[in-house]
């Protein structure tokens, strides 16, 4: 396994915290962990923008001290609430030129020392492929339900013979033996499924929360369709919420989740039960409107790190 930090301004971490790549000794209860690198189906995917996203987001505060340690009205305080919690940055996961699929390795391994470490991850893509290896890692005797909010329903079997590539993340999550409910919420527009995966989702039970009936029965609604108690992994690619709050996508789709729904989502999960891990995926920098999706993508990061901590089973 390899981890580097971010480049850029030092020390180059989210938020100023401390980093720490040194995951055999891992003293943290929140880690940020930057996984870049998805399979691509084509050769032109092997560098895009998306691999640019967790170095843009971390980049971007020019006030960390004020997200740190002023008042939050997203949060009811500041955001560790003046509680003994400890948020590390772990840098990014290397890459090899050579075998892509190590990539992969390395970020699952990362993942898995992650979670022995009793610490919550928050992982940053990379595009929508990245959570496979990190749902590989969080494997356990429990039953996790899986949380996805998307435009699209990410059920490919494989696209150019690649069956790990970003059209596939939920399909794989629906073959481990330690997932169990998947409620996906936000679905709309034309993707790359065709009616064969959505009858295999449908077969498997996911809960298909289109972006329609979201708006129309409002997010405590979807949250009681949630199982209750956890645990819980929550995969949120950007086009989920709408182009209007994060513009930086490859696949604008209008309708998504607005910020308020986000702002109820991720409060309301983490008060039904432990939440193991979240990741961020699919930000596509260079599309950036005045940095928009920047702004959001860190709101929305604080308040996952605020609420967590403040859930009744942390203490």
């Not at 696949?251 to 702002?263: E, F, K």
Request: proline share 6%.
């Amino acid at each position: 396994m390899s981890l580097t930090q971010a480049p850029g301004t030092p020390p180059g971490t989210f938020l100023n915290y401390p980093l720490s790549l040194d995951l055999d000794d891992l003293n943290a209860d929140i880690a940020i962990l930057g996984i870049p690198y998805g399979l691509p189906y084509r050769s032109d995917e092997m560098a895009n923008d998306q691999s640019r996203a967790p170095d843009a987001i971390r980049q971007l505060s020019h006030h960390p001290s004020y997200s740190r340690t002023h008042y939050d009205w997203d949060l009811g305080g500041p955001l560790l609430d003046n509680r003994d919690v400890k948020v590390v940055d772990c840098g990014n996961v290397t890459t090899d030129l050579v075998d892509l699929q190590e990539h992969y390795r390395r970020a699952e391994q990362a993942a898995r020392k992650i979670f022995d470490a009793g610490a919550t991850l928050v992982s940053i893509g990379g595009d929508h492929g990245i959570p496979i290896p990190v749902m590989r890692a969080l494997q356990r005797d429990e039953t996790i339900t899986l949380v996805h909010v998307d435009a699209h329903l990410d059920w490919r079997h494989d696209v150019n013979g690649v069956t790990e590539g970003y059209s596939s993340p939920i399909r794989r999550a629906s073959e481990m033996d330690w997932f169990g409910p998947i409620v996906q919420i936000g679905i709309r527009g034309i993707g790359s499924a065709r009616e064969a995966e959505v009858a295999d989702a449908r077969s498997y039970g996911a809960d298909i929360i289109t972006a329609y009936e979201m708006h129309d029965i409002g997010m405590d609604k979807v949250l009681d369709r949630i199982p209750d108690g956890g645990p819980y992994y929550l995969t949120i690619d950007a086009d989920g919420l709408d182009p209007t709050i994060m513009p930086a996508v490859m696949a604008r789709v209008p309708g998504g989740l607005n910020w308020v729904q986000t702002w109820q989502l991720i409060h309301g999960l983490v008060k039904k039960g432990r939440v193991l891990g979240m990741d961020l995926v699919e930000i596509a920098p260079s599309h950036d409107l005045d940095g928009m999706t920047l702004v959001h993508a860190e709101r929305l990061i604080c308040n996952f790190i605020g609420a967590t901590i403040r859930a009744d089973y942390y203490d």
